[in-house]
């Protein structure tokens, strides 16, 4: 699949399109106590040595870093004369960098509170709420006046008098739970006729009408501070903080021309994670809006989960990966450094290698466009905490069934894009030779029509577990498209699952020596179709336990992974349990195999564009065009790959890139951008090939076709 994305040469530095220029990020937070404590030459040095060409800034909002004039607009206590936040903006300025000033409307202090008792969130009790963490701070709710009016006066004064590109809204949003202010109370009521939900009543049929009511709610909020901005200075943009959510829970017709980059705050990875989940951001943000900009907010501090150390510094070799993966697959990189005050530059280093790195591979990554031949489908979902409908329920971007599919391409080297499922069209599937469905239990009709048709176009499709599987539970959407029916219904948890080889088969290669492999825990009992071929069976259940009685036992054998070839030359895969979330748990070498044999065989006979050969761990990523073809290829060949933090960055060993030549090229060359230098690139017949030294951080190897 092929995205186009959005990028200028040469930006204007004040144009409406200024956001097409900020492509490396420096962020400082200040501190309440920062003023007068500061090096500003230490941050010039900074911006310059990361060759960062846009800045976000703390300007205002919880507390005010410029001399203010607004009421109830808290300064910091150490400003005095002072005006860091204009001296920061000057010195980007000077440097010809972007600027966005960063807002906090989350709490106000007691002062604020007092003469303003209906700008603060309430409990069902009609209690002020008080902050969480921070003593004489009161959270604010953001269906009142405080955002509509106060931020708003907030915003204009700032754009008003500084030279600036954007402001940024963080934690603005409100509170995780329902505000009962007097306003929303009031406003609510008019909107739905309901009165506000409890947390007590889960079922209530409120609820449904709260989260659309705060969805148009927050959208509103985001035009009316858009607005205010860009009529006081049009090439000014309000861009709110959005995170891996992008705008899937805020109305589109409203929002959609009001982001023109997205900015997701995943500052680093928790202990869980591996290093490639940088690269996803970028991925999943084009999967939902390809034409837009994204950048990854990395902290160079640890994180882990909720525990944080923002005077500390991440190790040099997680802070460089982190970011190079990240902008390999189009992710931007931005740094965010909180408090202005240094007491450990350990971080600045790496990240001048990392911004270096980007800057080197920027000018080929502007001409040529994104492109996979595997896509998978973005299928996102709330977790309801608290009932059937929960708008505060956690956020989750991916799931482990996700995860497993994930882990499985990067080890088999197999480029992959992401499609979110509410842009699910067969224009976008046009370039992509398969269509990977990790889990989507929610599929519409529609959706699963989409895919149909894709199959009855000649596409691939490997799908897993609950795909299609209807609210009920009792039968799959695509089940007729990939040759299964289901005859018993979802079960597990289950435990020693396993599934038996079914004869000779691609999607089978590669387990010599086995008669059967490890199966899932969730399971799903099909039978085959017409011409569909069970490649793999279930085993019939036995016990675990005790040892005395883990032995088979007849029963009914049932289809485990099911193969199809169809008459539209197009191949499916369909495996009938939890395969991404086992191997995202177990790391079980036999699944990572079933992974990418199914893929590979669903993609039909053609080789495969791009394939690297050799040892380690590589994350890859792919830009063409007729004329060209781009690879990056990042190193994640280090011990701590998989968990933790990484400690040491190991040299992938020498690589061979195998590339499918295309119709009509006669001949080419090659460049590796980071080792500035020209290789060999040896053509026979449709096969190109490119011997690739070691690599430390990544190459990116640029080949230009002749004709």
């Known amino acids: 699949m092929t995205a186009p994305e959005s990028r200028s040469s040469s930006p204007a530095i004040r144009s409406p399109e200024w956001f097409l220029g900020a492509t490396r990020w420096t962020q400082v937070t200040f501190t309440d106590d920062d003023p007068g404590r500061f090096d500003l030459d230490f941050w010039v040095e900074v911006m310059r040595r990361t060759r960062s060409n846009a800045l976000c800034l ?90 509509r009016e106060f931020m708003t006066e907030v915003a204009l004064e700032i754009v008003r008098d500084y030279d600036v590109d954007a402001l940024f809204a963080n934690r603005w949003e409100g509170p995780k739970k329902v505000s009962y202010s007097e306003q929303a109370a009031r406003d609510f009521r008019d909107s739905t006729g309901f009165d506000l939900p409890h947390a007590d009543d889960p079922g209530h049929q409120a609820w449904g009408a709260y989260r659309e009511w705060r969805s148009r709610r927050l959208s509103e909020l985001v035009v009316l501070w858009d607005d205010a901005v860009r009529g006081v200075r049009p090439h000014v943009r309000f861009i709110p903080n959005r995170g891996e959510m992008l705008t899937r829970d805020l109305v589109p017709e409203l929002v959609e021309d009001r982001y023109p980059m997205f900015f997701v705050d995943k500052q680093s990875r928790s202990t869980t994670e591996p290093l490639w989940v940088a690269g996803r951001v970028g991925k999943r943000a084009r999967g939902l809006h390809p034409d837009r900009p994204v950048a990854l907010i990395s902290s160079v501090g640890p994180e882990s989960h909720q525990l944080r150390w923002k005077d500390s510094v991440a190790d040099p070799n997680e802070l460089i990966t982190w970011i190079c993966d990240g902008f390999a697959h189009g992710a931007l990189p931005w740094f965010t450094k909180f408090k202005a005050e240094c007491f450990d530059t350990r971080w600045v280093a790496p990240l001048e290698t990392a911004f270096g790195l980007h800057a080197k591979v920027e000018p080929i990554y502007r001409t040529l466009p994104t492109t996979a031949e595997v896509v998978l489908l973005d299928s996102p979902s709330r977790q309801a905490s608290n009932g059937p409908i929960d708008p505060f329920a956690p956020y989750r971007s991916s799931n482990l069934d996700e995860d497993g599919f994930c882990q499985a391409l990067v080890e088999a080297r197999i480029p992959f894009e992401f499609v979110a499922v509410e842009a699910l069209t067969l224009d976008r599937l046009a370039d992509a030779r398969v269509l990977v469905l990790p889990n989507a239990p929610g599929l519409t009709s529609d959706q699963a029509g989409v895919i149909e048709a894709y199959i009855a176009s000649g596409g691939g499709v490997v799908a897993a577990h609950d795909v299609g599987l209807t609210d009920d539970g009792t039968a799959l959407r695509l089940g007729d498209a990939l040759g299964v029916r289901l005859v018993v219904e979802p079960r597990g948890p289950i435990k020693n699952n396993y599934i038996a080889l079914n004869g000779s088969h691609p999607v089978s290669a590669g387990y010599d020596g086995a008669s059967r492999i490890v199966g899932g825990t969730r399971v799903l009992g099909v039978e085959t179709l017409g011409d569909a071929r069970a490649v793999f069976d279930f085993v019939p259940d036995y016990p675990d336990l005790p040892m005395e009685e883990v032995y088979p036992r007849p029963g009914v054998v049932r289809p485990a992974v099911v193969a199809r070839s169809h008459p539209s030359g197009g191949r499916s895969v369909y495996l009938a349990f939890n395969l991404g979330e086992i191997f995202a748990e177990t ?20 080789p495969a564009r791009v394939t690297l050969e050799g040892p380690g761990f590589a994350d890859i990523a792919v830009r063409a065009d007729a004329d060209a073809i781009a690879v990056t290829i990042v190193n994640l060949n280090n011990p701590h790959a998989m968990r933790g933090q990484n400690r040491e960055t190991i040299p992938l060993p020498p690589q061979e890139l195998v590339l499918r030549v295309p119709e009509g090229v006669t001949g080419g060359r090659a460049r590796l951008v980071i080792a500035d230098r020209d290789v060999p690139l040896t053509i026979k017949g449709a096969q190109g090939r490119v011997h690739i030294p070691a690599v430390e951080h990544l190459e990116l190897v640029h080949v230009l076709w002749s004709r």
């Open 58 to 147: 703390s300007a205002g909002g919880y507390m005010a870093f410029y001399p203010t004039s607004i009421p109830f607009h808290h300064r910091s206590a150490h400003l005095g004369d002072s005006d860091p936040f204009g001296a920061f903006v000057e010195a980007a300025r000077s440097l010809g960098m972007h600027v966005m000033a960063r807002v906090d409307p989350h709490a106000v202090h007691d002062d604020a509170a007092q003469a303003h008792p209906e700008w603060l969130a309430r409990d069902s009790d009609g209690n002020p709420m008080p902050h969480p963490s921070f003593p004489g701070l009161w959270l604010t709710d953001p269906f009142t006046s405080y955002h």
């Open 587 to 606: 790391l079980q070498s036999d699944h990572s195999r079933l992974i990418a044999n199914a893929i590979r065989w669903a993609a039909g006979d053609e």
